[in-house]
């Protein structure tokens, strides 16, 4: 059984993935209006009446535009912690009990054949999580958001064979860019987000531990470019003897729509 994924946007101004295995199809949050990702869901051939639920990693905007509408026109339950519930509350309207569903950090569970992890991320929300995924002994995982490399969550994501990992920013075009100095201490922080250096090693890292497939997102328009992303983890890979489109896959997610349909069978990406 193949285990799937495709990120729809990956992007400081709106975030959606698509993973699915079997006759399980879910949605890691919706960052967009309800529209734009039925749109790009339709590319891979998903109708959002196929999904099986949306998972929510955090209450910023541009992971819940688009939770509550798609939630009450398709009957989706939504599963997010408990604090990511409280600080989302006043932003996706209202959600049946009936599809209030609670996600606990550090406590794997099933969604019809997905096995999924929840795991404690360092970032600036209420309680927000990381998630992974196991279908058919395939295992992904999203690793967004992170305001620095920690044992916690990457203890979580080693082990992966296919990785959504943030790569947010250049360190010198943000300290030189117009992002008020609150702004910028708070993405610099360790509970804003993973420079590109940063997720080089990371990358590295993650190849050393089994991944496959790197899928390097949640790049920030103003303050990095792909090129730019994708060369800094290469040469990551490169100084820990890894040779990218060798030993592993390294892809870029677009911030604008879907980057592609990606399978894992067992050990293997493609």
């Known amino acids: 059984m193949e285990l799937r994924f495709s990120?729809?946007?990956?992007?400081?101004?709106?975030?959606?993935?698509?993973v699915g295995?079997?006759?399980?199809?879910?949605?890691?949050?919706?960052?967009?209006?309800?529209?734009?990702?039925?749109?790009?869901?339709?590319?891979?051939?998903v109708h959002p009446g196929m999904l099986t639920a949306i998972l929510t990693t955090h209450e910023?905007?541009?992971h819940v535009r688009g939770v509550g509408i798609l939630s009450r026109k398709y009957n989706l339950p939504i599963y997010a912690t408990e604090g990511t519930w409280e600080g989302m509350a006043d932003k996706v309207g209202s959600v049946e009990s009936r599809n209030r569903c609670i996600l606990t950090p550090e406590q794997d569970f099933y969604i019809g054949e997905m096995n999924v992890t929840p795991f404690s991320t360092p970032h600036d929300a209420n309680q927000p999580v990381g998630l992974?995924?196991?279908?058919?002994?395939?295992?992904?995982?999203i690793a967004t958001d992170l305001g620095c490399i920690k044992k916690g969550w990457f203890k979580y994501v080693c082990g992966s064979d296919a990785v959504l990992l943030e790569s947010n920013y250049d360190p010198d075009m943000l300290q030189a860019g117009s992002y008020p100095y609150a702004l910028k201490h708070r993405i610099l922080s360790n509970r804003g987000h993973l420079c590109n250096e940063d997720a080089g090693r990371c990358a590295a890292e993650l190849v050393k531990g089994?991944?496959?497939?790197?899928?390097?997102?949640?790049?920030?328009?103003?303050?990095?470019f792909p090129e730019l992303a994708r060369r800094c983890t290469e040469d990551a890979l490169r100084a820990n003897g890894i040779v990218p489109g060798k030993d592993v896959r390294l892809d870029v997610a677009s911030r604008d729509g879907v980057t592609g349909i990606f399978g894992i069978s067992c050990?293997?990406?493609r």
């Open 21 to 45: 295995c079997g006759d399980t199809h879910l949605l890691v949050d919706a960052g967009l209006s309800g529209t734009r990702i039925t749109n790009e869901l339709a590319r891979i051939g």
């Open 132 to 141: 992974s995924f196991s279908c058919g002994g395939a295992r992904f995982s």
């Open 7 to 18: 990120p729809l946007f990956s992007g400081s101004s709106g975030n959606a993935i698509y």
């Open 267 to 269: 050990g293997f990406s």
């Open 210 to 224: 089994g991944a496959r497939h790197i899928v390097l997102g949640h790049l920030s328009k103003e303050n990095n």
């Open 60 to 62: 910023h905007v541009d």
